[in-house]
């Protein structure tokens, strides 16, 4: 889940976007709220790289480029910054904070708009956590990391949580998505590669580790289809715990 800080000198502009914006999307949690640059400063080291911060830059005192500086300054991961201004001098003067900024904002603006933006970045927050998830789950087994077919097993699990249909087909579902992932990549090359890292994974990883865990009799295959669908079957209850206890901080910020 997604925490969010808004930096912005209307409170009741601020309540109102994040009313709008949590009733929309439910991966997001409020972090803090704040009216004056200096109040958010205390807020910057509590924030992740996958935290949204929506910043007002004509702010009194700090303004908005003070704080994207003092933020770089004491922080070596950025969360995502969405300044917005009405003040076209200083939306020009953001770009000089490019590297730092996901994207700008011109008030007045449609709430809609930055729900489609915030819907984006937690899309993409999402698929690194699974990732994560994933990534962890593999390391029970015997599997080199640094090879395409670690990559595409990890591609491969990570886009099935997040549909599970494509494991159905998985030459016009799993492998296509793969394809296009990896810069058009034959699907030949993708099934051939992932067939020999699964059966790698099986001949090098101890029996007493997969036999349980694919619940397989020594010597039966396993096969690219069944190796996905059990490390997603495992991996479900990690991930609806997290999702449950994020669904609880998500209920205690409703209504602000």
């Excluded at 991961?77 to 009405?86: L, R």
């Excluded at 990732?131 to 699990?157: P, Q």
């Excluded at 039966?220 to 996905?228: A, R, V």
């Amino acid at each position: 889940m997604n925490r969010l800080a808004i930096l912005e000198d209307n409170l009741e502009f601020s309540r109102s976007l994040l009313n709008y914006i949590i009733r929309r999307n439910k991966k997001i949690r409020l972090s803090s709220l704040a009216i004056k640059g200096e109040e958010m400063i205390e807020e910057i080291d509590t924030l992740e790289d996958n935290d949204i911060l929506l910043l007002d830059l004509g702010l009194p005192e700090i303004n908005g480029l003070e704080v994207i500086n003092k933020l770089k300054q004491k922080k070596q991961h950025i969360p995502y910054i969405i300044v917005m201004s009405g003040d076209l001098s200083l939306l020009e003067k953001s770009k000089e904070y490019a590297p730092y900024i996901y994207t700008t904002l011109k008030k007045p603006f449609a709430f809609s708009k930055i729900v489609d933006i915030i819907e984006e970045i937690t899309h993409t927050s999402e698929q690194k956590c699974y990732e994560k998830f994933v990534k962890e789950e593999l390391r029970k087994f015997e599997i080199n990391t640094t090879t395409m077919g670690y990559s595409y097993i990890v591609d491969a699990i990570t886009f099935c949580l997040e549909d599970e249909i494509l494991l159905k087909d998985m030459k016009n579902g799993l492998y296509k998505k793969m394809s296009a992932k990896n810069n058009g990549v034959s699907i030949s090359n993708i099934k051939w590669t992932m067939e020999k890292s699964v059966k790698s994974i099986q001949r090098y990883t101890a029996t007493s580790i997969i036999r349980p865990y694919f619940r397989v009799e020594s010597g039966e295959k396993i096969t690219p289809k069944l190796f996905i669908a059990t490390v997603i079957e495992r991996l479900k209850p990690k991930i609806e715990e997290e999702t449950n206890k994020n669904d609880f901080l998500q209920a205690s910020h409703k209504n602000i």
